[in-house]
């Protein structure tokens, strides 16, 4: 695929979606979001992205139905240990919410529902772990670059940094949550979804439930599971061991490109 056709769906893709986004009737979104002040800074956006987007287009390859593994091992936490998270799955997430806070116009608050009633996207990839294994899974979500333009990125944003439930290493600072980040050119493209279904089911907890980042060009480690909250920085430095997620803090690399 070119540059161009791949440029121009998602840049009208984000359009529409911005458009579905609007009308969608997402109490939260639309309580906080002005519709001129979201189009302007969809615009602003736009020239942003184009920069950004040049020669980092690439997708990842997507398979077909007959593709999905049969077994797609669990990896990492496969429950987040807390009594929050055991409560919330008990009531099958009506009372989780996500937060896109940080360098954001207007932060956003969103339930499982609310995400649900957006723009969806569907793709069939190749999930590789550093430890030597590969499954094909069937995601759906919605796309992030959308849900952060209608949050509205201020001057300065350069990260979007993933906070999970789970604690992988139990320490007594709260430097063993899992958390993860990515850059705006990883977060604006077309395959970057934040996921709550599985091969076209509800995601289950041993996966990630209630919410998933798919960042298919991208190792395993990088796509955080368990997702609370989304916060916009212009660096990581300050966070946890300052290198950019849990295992980036224990040697991993950051961009984990494949
Ligand atoms: N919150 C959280 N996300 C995580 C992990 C984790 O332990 N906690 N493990 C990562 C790793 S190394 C891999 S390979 C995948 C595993 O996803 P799966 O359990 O759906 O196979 O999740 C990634 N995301
Ligand atoms: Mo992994």
């Not at 695929?1 to 979104?29: P, Y």
């Not at 519709?35 to 800074?41: A, G, I, T, Y």
Request: proline share 4%; glycine share 10%.
């Amino acid at each position: 695929m070119t540059f161009s056709i791949t440029r121009r769906r998602l840049l009208t893709g984000s359009a529409a979606s911005l458009a579905a986004l609007s009308l969608s009737g997402c109490d939260d979104v639309a309580q906080n979001s002005n519709v001129q002040s979201v189009l302007e800074m969809a615009e602003r956006l736009t020239m942003r992205g184009q920069r950004l987007l040049v020669s980092k287009d690439t997708l990842a390859s997507e398979f077909s139905e007959p593709d999905i593994s049969p077994v797609f091992k669990p990896n990492g936490s496969t429950a987040p240990d807390s009594e929050d998270y055991a409560r919330m799955m008990e009531t099958g997430f009506a009372d989780w919410r996500l937060k896109i806070d940080g360098l954001v116009e207007r932060p956003v608050v969103l339930s499982l529902t609310d995400l649900k009633r957006l723009p969806s996207r569907t793709q069939i990839t190749r999930h590789d772990c550093v430890e030597g294994w590969s499954a094909i899974g069937k995601w759906t979500g919605t796309p992030l670059g959308p849900l952060l333009q209608s949050a509205g990125l201020k001057p300065g944003a350069r990260y979007v940094v993933f906070h999970c439930a789970d604690e992988l290493e139990q320490t007594m600072d709260g430097s063993g949550t899992y958390y993860e980040s990515i850059d705006l050119i990883d977060a604006f493209h077309p395959q970057t979804i934040l996921a709550y279904e599985m091969n076209g089911k509800d995601l289950e907890v041993a996966h990630g439930a209630p919410l998933l980042l798919r960042v298919e060009r991208h190792l395993g480690y990088k796509h955080a599971k368990y997702l609370m909250r989304i916060e916009i920085t212009h660096s990581f430095a300050g966070l946890w061991g300052g290198k950019g997620g849990f295992w980036e803090d224990r040697g991993y690399e950051w961009y984990a490109g494949i």
